[in-house]
């Protein structure tokens, strides 16, 4: 079944990135010069995604506002000889069909996923989410949609290796082995868990492909960690009647809510990039040489 929607939960107060999210968005924070949501919408995008809903809450308008039209901006811009920036304003809210939902109150991931129940009815669909941006060759969601439809649309999780200190942050799963390299067959899983309750250091790392059965499960499920209903809690109790898979995904996964994360990313973007590459690379040189 071919998967047309996602869903990216960008609700979350941003406390990792504090005092600067007090009223920014922490989606909204730029990584070079596009922000934070907009390189994960042009992954879904990327992948054949045509209907996206994001889950924010009242801080989040800015989001709204961005991907929209801007008119008066725009014709400024052509006035002035820039065509080539009013083209990408313009393109940012030509990416896709995005809708809005709001998660009213803070009450967990599994919470912010079930706000998107009605819009995604009876299908699979993509989940992305709004603090991990992916360089990859290949979209990473792609990749977890492939391995999806090429099973009947069985749920697929994004997975990455661990260090045993970071495990603890991360969902464990517990999986086998497949004839494919790289995909395995999800026998258990845990949030957050500590060193002696870890089953792996395979973490879920932002991405998910998810079935519809995912809505009856998170219904049923008591809130967890941190007093959330934490959406690995509905993913497990979904396992008890569904098959599904984890995805040793190809890319770099950048955790920007948080400082590091952030910064990393930033400087290894503005590295990749055509126009700044050079020349910020011969910077820090400079820079870490003295």
């Not at 390189?39 to 991907?67: C, P, W």
């Not at 008119?71 to 002035?80: A, F, H």
């Not at 313009?90 to 809005?100: C, H």
């Amino acid at each position: 079944m071919k998967i047309r929607k996602a869903v990216i939960p960008a609700a979350g107060l941003g406390t990792r990135m504090l005092p600067a999210t007090k009223t920014i968005p922490k989606e909204m924070l730029p990584l070079l010069d596009k922000p934070v949501i907009q390189y994960i919408i042009e992954e879904a995008a990327a992948a054949g995604i045509e209907d996206i809903l994001l889950v924010t809450n009242r801080q989040k308008s800015a989001m709204d506002d961005y991907f929209d039209y801007f008119p008066e901006l725009e014709q400024r811009l052509e006035r002035s000889g820039k065509a080539e920036q009013a083209e990408e304003i313009r393109k940012a809210a030509d990416l896709a069909n995005i809708f809005y939902v709001r998660q009213k109150e803070t009450k967990g991931l599994g919470h912010a996923i079930y706000r998107a129940k009605r819009f995604i009815g009876d299908e699979p669909f993509a989940v992305l989410l709004g603090d991990d941006v992916m360089f990859a060759e290949v979209p990473v969601i792609k990749q977890l949609m492939d391995v999806s439809e090429d099973r009947g649309g069985l749920t697929a999780l994004g997975v990455q290796a661990v260090s045993d200190s970071a495990i603890a942050s991360y969902s464990s799963l517990k999986v086998t082995d497949t004839e494919q390299r790289g995909i395995f067959k999800v026998e258990d899983l845990i949030e957050k868990p500590t060193a002696a309750e870890k089953f792996s250091n395979y973490a879920i790392l932002g991405r998910y492909v998810l079935t519809p059965g995912i809505f009856d499960a998170l219904e049923n499920v008591k809130p967890g960690y941190g007093g959330e209903i934490q959406l690995t809690d509905g993913i497990r109790e979904q396992l008890k009647g569904e098959a599904m898979f984890a995805v040793d995904f190809k890319g770099k996964r950048y955790d920007t809510g948080n400082q590091r994360g952030f910064l990393e990313a930033t400087v290894e973007f503005a590295l990749r990039d055509k126009e700044l590459g050079a020349g910020f690379r011969e910077y820090l040189s400079g820079i870490i040489n003295n």
